[in-house]
């Protein structure tokens, strides 16, 4: 259920632990409303250009023709590629974030907390047709989002993510009980923000070890 889980903890090779906040889902409502409201004016932005291009087109004998009996697929093929490829293209090419995401300071990052693969980023955007289910209402990925522990719709699900919040960056002071170690030390781990990190503690050479 919601809240049994609100965060992940994630450890390094070299003994750092993040600890990361996971999204509510109402933070990613909000978040898909703005992504909505962006690929809703990419769509009508292209949709104006093709028409000024088609209406050019027709008056070529052939051509005219072609268009006319193609337009209809092809608004079709575009509006999905436009939906699915706008998901795609953010949140790979900013590191988990779409502009909706970013706004909300979000971030899509793989459930163990290592680096988001293209992979990862395709699968759970391409399983958008399945959670919007039914009609454009996402009732069944607001459903999972619900009844998971991290809050994951069915395409983080399948393709093993979910989506955390961003924090002010946190400093820890220098102490010699307690040094400050680097957290993007494991190459591995992602390097945004965690809300905290325990580093561990070293022994002072000739000080007893501890049982």
Not at 23 to 28: C, E, G, H, T
Not at 143 to 152: A, E, G, H
Request: net charge positive; hydrophobic share 45%; proline share 7%.
């Amino acid at each position: 259920m919601l809240g049994a889980t609100t965060s992940l903890e994630v450890q390094t090779p070299e003994g750092v632990s993040f600890r990361l906040p996971i999204a509510s889902p109402f933070s990613r409502c909000l978040a898909m409303a703005i992504d909505f409201a962006v690929i809703l004016a990419l769509t009508v932005l292209l949709f104006q250009i093709l028409s000024i291009l088609g209406n050019m087109l027709t008056h070529i004998p052939v051509i005219g023709r072609v268009v006319s009996d193609l337009s209809s697929g092809l608004l079709i093929i575009l509006q999905f590629l436009i939906g699915i490829g706008y998901g795609i293209a953010c949140e790979w090419l900013l590191r988990g974030q779409t502009v909706g995401k970013r706004m909300m300071k979000l971030r899509v990052i793989d459930e163990r907390g290592l680096t988001l693969r293209f992979s990862q980023v395709a699968i759970r955007n391409l399983f958008r047709l399945l959670d919007i289910l039914p009609s454009t209402f996402y009732l069944l990925g607001g459903i999972s989002c619900f009844l998971t522990k991290r809050c994951q719709r069915l395409g983080d699900i399948a393709a093993g993510t979910l989506v955390v919040r961003e924090v002010p960056r946190f400093v820890r002071p220098r102490s010699r009980a307690s040094p400050r170690v680097d957290p993007t030390a494991s190459r591995d781990i992602l390097t945004w923000r965690p809300v905290s990190v325990k580093t561990p503690v070293r022994q002072k050479p000739g000080s007893p070890s501890t049982p």
